[in-house]
């Protein structure tokens, strides 16, 4: 009996025998993972929460660090805005539709794209023009079409003498 017992304890204690702790495999203990961190207590200043019961809902806060947020909208379109201090003491200002069409922001610190060139715009616009008149170019190949198109030219060092 007092065989198995030994047998029962050693195989309990065995795992821990030559081999380094938790800690120094690259475990934390747990008490490590339960340590109270320190958060500041942020003041929620004003709240508004409203919906109708349906589909139409609105809210808007404001909070003591100066992040205020609004937004109302239904189920398929939203509209509002926010406004937090940035690390660097910028204040950042966010409008935004969120609909059918997307996602859609806007706010003086975004990124802006560069012009269209002048060649791309003038060539969308003409095709915007000829689409309004009827005339639509998807590259699809139709039977008929072909009369109307002049006959490619050849470079001559490819034509036949």
Known sequence: MHQVNFL??????????????????GFASSAEYHQPQSVS??????????NDG???????????????QQEAGD???????????APDGQQISMTYVADSEGFRPQGSHM?????????????????????AQGIVDDGQYREGN??????????????LK
């Open 111 to 131: 990124p802006v794209p560069p012009p269209i060139p002048e060649e791309i715009r003038k060539a969308v616009e003409q095709n915007l023009a000829e689409e």
């Open 8 to 25: 029962v304890l050693a195989i309990c204690l065995a795992p821990s025998w030559g081999l380094p702790q938790r800690a120094e495999r």
């Open 41 to 50: 207590q942020i003041p929620i200043l004003h709240m508004e929460l409203n």
């Open 54 to 68: 349906g589909e139409n809902y609105q809210f808007a806060y404001e909070t003591g660090n100066k992040i205020q």
């Open 75 to 85: 189920s398929t379109k939203r509209q509002g805005s926010y406004t937090y201090i």
């Open 146 to 159: 072909h009369e109307s198109l002049p006959a490619p030219k050849l470079p001559s060092k490819y034509r």
